[in-house]
């Protein structure tokens, strides 16, 4: 695997929990963590517009990487 192969990997794995967190979040919880190895925080439902300007940042760097859209300026 290529160094660009393992970011997106990377991204893609971070994209799976934010969206889990999501869910947990939408369905009630409280408040949970979210830790990908270099990210270790506590989510709070306060934080859910933090967690889908994340979800939206990764979601363009992944269509990116896997070349379905051009390099472009995104506002969160």
Request: aromatic letters at 6%; proline letters at 0%; glycine letters at 4%.
């Amino acid at each position: 695997m290529s160094f660009l192969d393992d970011v997106l990997a990377e991204k893609k794995t971070l994209y799976t929990a934010v969206c889990a967190k999501l869910l947990a979040i939408a369905s009630g919880a409280q408040e949970h963590e979210l830790n990908d190895g270099q990210i270790d925080q506590k989510v709070k439902n306060a934080d859910l517009s933090e967690l889908n300007k994340m979800k939206a940042m990764l979601e363009n760097e992944i269509a990116e990487a896997e070349g379905e859209i051009t390099n472009a300026v995104y506002l969160y």
